[in-house]
Nanobody, 121 residues
Framework: QVQLVESGGGLVQAGGSLRLSCAAS????????MGWFRQAPGKEREFVAS????????YYADSVKGRFTISRDNAKNTVYLQMNSLKPEETAVYYC??????????????WGQGTQVTVSS
């Protein structure tokens, strides 16, 4: 069993920044890829970013490239998502997940409960 706990969400103005964290427990964290997804009201959950076990390979959705950065600290069993230049349309619940490296929901086996990010215009 794996437990994932996201934190760092909140209310930010357009153009601002937030840093999300996801703390993992219950599995050998450093052996698995991690991903971030988001789900806005009335929309499907969509891929944001992912990172392989070592941090050497990362993938990003086109919409966030150049603004978001995913990273991980295996010593702390934590993955991060630094989000800069946020836009109102990026208001959503952000979820972290653990599994194999990929961009699809089915690549990931366990999910956190999510953290709300609200970007005001």
């Amino acid at each position: 069993q794996v437990q994932l706990v996201e934190s760092g969400g909140g209310l930010v103005q357009a153009g601002g920044s937030l840093r999300l964290s996801c703390a993992a427990s219950g599995r050998t964290f450093s052996s698995y890829a991690m991903g971030w997804f988001r789900q806005a009201p009335g929309k499907e959950r969509e891929f944001v970013a992912s990172i392989n076990w070592s941090g050497g390979i990362t993938y990003y959705a086109d919409s966030v490239k150049g603004r978001f950065t995913i990273s991980r600290d295996n010593a702390k069993n934590t993955v991060y998502l630094q989000m800069n230049s946020l836009k109102p349309e990026e208001t959503a619940v952000y979820y972290c997940a653990v599994g194999r490296l990929g961009v699809a929901r089915y690549d990931y086996d366990y999910w956190g409960q999510g953290t709300q990010v609200t970007v005001s215009s």
